[in-house]
């Protein structure tokens, strides 16, 4: 089964994580827009710098497979076996969105780069970066960039 | 060099075919706007992303060299290790083996995508119940969040 990009990790998460990655943003983004000045564009920023749930993932799988062949070549070559199993999941979660680390990233509160995206654009839009955008895609593309 | 997670494809990108992207996308919430917004939400909802390019390639270049080295010999387990090595690589830094080659075919980052959608929905006026006071309440950071939802 081939996943919709964008909703594949959440899909995959459980709905309690989900509810409380959705409560996590509410309250980061209140924080931020009743707090104003600078904090926005400053919370704005550390959104653009959070890992997300691939980034996390595809480090993981780096490592784990490099481990996996250095084993393999300096201890006993099973080890290969080791690393294609990890690499054949890589090849699930990017398909599907479901891998076994993904339960322990999602409880680690890494969050897939939708969830990041809808705090990042809820800030935005409470700025008022979308004001008058309605019906102007020059303006709108603007202010979505 | 570590970049922003949410620009580390794009830095790692020649910057006219960046430009080209972007034109295109623009050009995209133009002649969506309006009439197929919806059609066009569910397209972009299941577009390959750089991200999901990688994550396949890297994957079966990683699991043929493990196999190989396994059945054939441990010389074949060079593969896997520079393979591996350029994931971690992209994941840190953006850029990868393949980047400039599937960005030039036109392949987006999650930016890009992103970038289109929420403009997308800003035209639709998806945020124009979004609340302008500067001490928004609950309700309005509530609003704000399912607005912003994709």
């Not at chain 2, 970049?3 to 990108?13: V, Y």
């Amino acid at each position: 089964m081939i996943s919709d990009t964008l909703t594949r990790v959440p899909e995959h998460s459980s709905d309690e994580i989900n509810q409380r990655l959705r409560e996590y943003a509410v309250g980061r983004v209140a924080e931020a827009a009743v707090t104003g000045g600078g904090r926005i564009q400053q919370r704005l920023e550390e959104l653009e710098s959070e890992w997300d749930v691939e980034r996390g993932l595809q480090t993981n799988f780096a490592a784990v497979t490099a481990v996996g062949v250095a084993l393999g070549a300096l201890v006993d070559r099973r080890w290969f076996l080791f690393s294609a199993g990890a690499a054949a999941f890589m090849i699930q979660h990017a398909l599907q969105g479901w891998c076994p680390p993904l339960p322990v990233l999602r409880r680690l509160n890494f969050r897939a780069m939708p969830e990041i995206q809808q705090e990042r654009y809820a800030l935005k839009a409470l700025r008022g970066d979308f004001s008058g955008t309605e019906q102007d895609p020059l303006k709108a593309f603007e202010a979505a960039r | 060099m570590i970049r922003k997670t949410l620009r580390k494809e794009l830095e790692s990108t020649a910057p006219e075919i960046n430009e080209r992207v972007m034109a295109e996308s623009f050009g995209n919430v133009s002649r969506y706007a309006n009439e197929d917004t919806d059609q066009r939400l569910l397209q972009l909802k299941q577009e390959w992303d750089t991200e999901r390019f990688i994550e396949v390639e890297a994957g079966a270049v990683v699991l043929a060299g493990s196999l190989l080295a396994y059945y054939r010999g441990g010389r074949w387990a060079a593969i896997p290790a520079f393979a591996s090595a350029m994931l971690l690589l992209h994941a840190l830094n953006g850029w990868y083996p393949w980047l400039p080659l599937i960005r030039r075919v036109g392949v987006r980052t999650p930016y890009e995508v992103g970038t289109e959608a929420y403009a997308l929905k800003a035209v639709r006026g998806d945020f124009k119940d979004v609340s302008s006071d500067p001490k928004p309440s609950l309700a309005d950071v509530t609003t704000a969040v399912d607005a912003a939802h994709v």
